[in-house]
C-alpha cells in the first residue's frame, strides 16, 4: 500500500473523530429552568450555568450501562423533544 493512502486513511480518521468530538459528543437536556449537558461516551452529567459546567461524579463501574436516570435530578433525565 503506498504511502500516499496511507496518509488519506489517516486523515480520513482524524476528521471524522474531530466532527464527532464538535457536533456529536454531547446531549443537552432542559430539565425544568435547568439545562444538563450529557455525555454520550462517558455518560457524565454536568449542570450547565453561565461561564462553567458542574459535573458530576463518573458512574460507578458496576452500574447499568447507560441508565435511564440520573441520581442528580428529580425526575428521569427527559429525551430531547423527536423531530
Do not use: K
Not at 486523515?11 to 457536533?23: G, T
Amino acid at each position: 500500500m503506498p504511502i500516499r493512502t496511507v496518509w488519506y486513511i489517516f486523515a480520513a480518521i482524524v476528521v471524522v473523530v474531530l466532527i464527532f468530538e464538535l457536533f456529536f459528543r454531547y446531549r443537552y437536556v432542559h430539565a425544568g429552568n435547568q439545562l444538563w449537558r450529557i455525555d454520550r461516551v462517558t455518560e457524565r452529567a454536568c449542570l450547565v450555568q453561565i461561564g462553567e459546567a458542574i459535573c458530576s461524579p463518573p458512574p460507578a463501574p458496576r452500574a447499568a450501562p447507560r441508565a435511564r436516570y440520573n441520581p442528580y435530578l428529580y425526575e428521569p433525565t427527559p429525551e430531547p423533544n423527536p423531530r
